[in-house]
């Protein structure tokens, strides 16, 4: 199937010369993570996203021009499995289909997941592990949070480890563009210094979840209105699935292991990064069934460093583990090193639980 197919034509769009403070209301009115700007003559200049406006104190009458992020394009002949790969390399909720420089449509990644069949797949192959935030934790204490894992998304849970809500980019991107009584002289949006100090619980919407060994099938109709899935287990967060999560599944498969290194530009950095998790593959050959397929995400920071998460889609689910130094090699040697202790861990504890389970039978016979 094509883009074309899919594509929704009626989009929001902005004129690089529109303030800041106008594009978070038009992203929190209408449930949007992204805006095509366009200039006057409808050509495509690029996307400004609400994660963007997370981490900065922004003037509201600031032009989005200075926040413009280039995006892969598509044409109407391009295949939907093009699009759910360059989604998951760039890391964009969206792209932009295009005619002769101009914005015809935009595809997101709910879109592609309304049209694709996954068959037997389930949750548990396709989550990640759910970093949480209690509900009397700080607005400040959340974009923190939010900043050193490289998230959009947080569960939020009371005293007793139960969930109890969520808070994402899009909510917080709503609370920076409602004016506020100013507590300095700052003149960010919404004041940030302000309301650093609501609570999450004040701003935090319900959550929708799903028990472990739910069918990816059957959740798809929930992305309709919800930005993320959490996966819980006695009512406590164990996981956490957005689209990109399940688009994984779509990328292309051969026999072997398939790497995808998203985000990253080096060309030369990139085949090191694919060479050294190939050896690492080979070194856990065994421990942890079939490994299907390997996206490594990566990212720099403002504070120079290279933040580095591998996701290993498995027989056994989705292992994931984090590195974070001031190189992208540095940063993936501290990423291996921790998927080696996870699997390791896992593989002992299988083994563990296979020797008490024929102990069990030897005792029963």
């Not at 060994?213 to 930005?227: A, K, L, M, P, Q």
């Not at 591998?310 to 992208?328: H, S």
């Amino acid at each position: 199937m094509k883009v074309l197919d899919i594509a929704k034509t009626k989009v929001f769009s902005l004129d690089p010369n529109e303030t800041v403070g106008k594009a978070l209301s038009i992203m929190s009115e209408n449930k949007i993570h992204q805006i095509p700007i366009i200039d006057s003559d409808s050509i495509y200049r690029g996307m400004i996203f609400a994660k963007q406006f997370v981490s900065i104190n922004a003037l509201p009458d600031s032009k989005v021009r200075s926040f413009i992020c280039n995006t892969p394009i598509l044409d109407e002949n391009d295949q939907i499995e093009k699009c759910a790969q360059l989604m998951i390399v760039s890391a964009n909720r969206a792209l932009p289909l295009l005619d002769n420089g101009r914005l015809t449509g935009l595809i997101s990644e709910t879109d592609i997941l309304k049209i694709s069949d996954f068959g037997h797949a389930n949750v548990d192959e396709v989550m990640s592990g759910a970093i949480v935030i209690e509900e009397q934790t700080t607005l400040g204490n959340a974009l923190s949070k939010m900043r050193r894992y490289n998230i959009s998304r947080l569960p939020i849970i009371n005293t007793k480890g139960v969930l109890v809500g969520i808070v994402n980019a899009l909510d917080i991107a709503g609370v920076l563009s409602t004016p506020r009584e100013r507590s300095t002289k700052s003149k960010g949006i919404g004041s940030l210094a302000t309301i650093r100090d609501l609570e999450v619980k004040s701003i935090m919407k319900r959550s929708i979840s799903v028990e472990r060994g739910t069918r990816v099938n059957d959740i798809i109709s929930h992305f309709n209105n919800n930005e993320e899935i959490v996966v819980v287990g006695d009512r406590r967060p164990i996981g956490i699935i957005t689209p990109k999560d399940i688009l994984e599944l779509i990328l292309p498969r051969i026999s072997k292991p398939t790497i995808h290194v998203a985000h990253l530009v080096d060309e030369v950095t990139r085949s090191e990064i694919e060479m050294q998790m190939h050896k690492f593959l080979e070194k856990i050959q065994g421990k942890l069934g079939d490994v299907h397929l390997v996206v490594v995400y990566v990212d720099k920071h403002k504070t120079r460093k290279y933040s580095m998460r591998a996701r290993l889609n498995t027989d056994r689910g989705v292992i994931d583990a984090k590195g974070v130094a001031f190189d992208p090699m540095s940063a993936c040697k501290v990423m291996i090193s921790r998927l080696d202790r996870r699997i390791k861990s896992e593989h002992s504890q299988r083994v563990s639980d296979r020797k008490h389970a024929r102990s069990a039978r030897g005792n029963m016979g």
